[in-house]
C-alpha cells in the first residue's frame, strides 16, 4: 500500500516542488536529474496538456496543478515505466496536498484525456526492474 513516506512519492513531491519553483525563476540551478528530463521536453509535454484541456493555455493553469502535470504526462507519455492508473492516482494525491479544491478533479480529467489519447495510438511501455 502507497504510504507518504514511499519513496517514489517522495520523489514526486521533490519534483513538482523544483518544478513549481522553476516556473517562477527559470534562470536557477536544477541539480533533481527528473526536472530537468522534464524540462528539456517542456515543449512535447505542454502540447500534450494544451491537447488534453484545450480550454486551459498552459500559462493560464494554476503553476502547482502545471507542476503536477508536467510530471504526470512525462511519466505517461515519455518515461511510461508506471501503470497508467498509478501516475494519476499519485497525480491526483499529490493535486489534493498541494492545489486548490478543484485541482485533484480538474488534473484527473485532463490525465483521464491524456490516457484515452494514449490508447487510441498506444506506445510501447519500458520494462521496470522488479
Known amino acids: 500500500m502507497k504510504t507518504p513516506h514511499d519513496p517514489r512519492h517522495k520523489k514526486r513531491e521533490k519534483a513538482i516542488k523544483n518544478l513549481f519553483r522553476w516556473s517562477f525563476k527559470k534562470d536557477q540551478k536544477i541539480k533533481n536529474e527528473l526536472v530537468l528530463t522534464i524540462i528539456k521536453n517542456l515543449k512535447k509535454i505542454d502540447a500534450i496538456i494544451t491537447k488534453a484541456a484545450p480550454e486551459w493555455p498552459a500559462e493560464q ?35 489534493k496536498a498541494y492545489g486548490s479544491e478543484k485541482s485533484s478533479s480538474f488534473i484527473n480529467g485532463v490525465l483521464g484525456t491524456v490516457l484515452k489519447d494514449n490508447e487510441k495510438s498506444p506506445k510501447p511501455r519500458k520494462k521496470t526492474r522488479g
Open 61 to 95: 493553469i494554476n503553476k502547482i496543478d502545471l507542476a503536477i502535470l508536467r510530471l504526470a504526462v512525462y511519466e505517461l507519455n515519455i518515461l511510461a515505466s508506471e501503470p497508467p492508473k498509478v501516475i494519476i492516482d499519485e497525480a491526483v494525491e499529490l493535486a
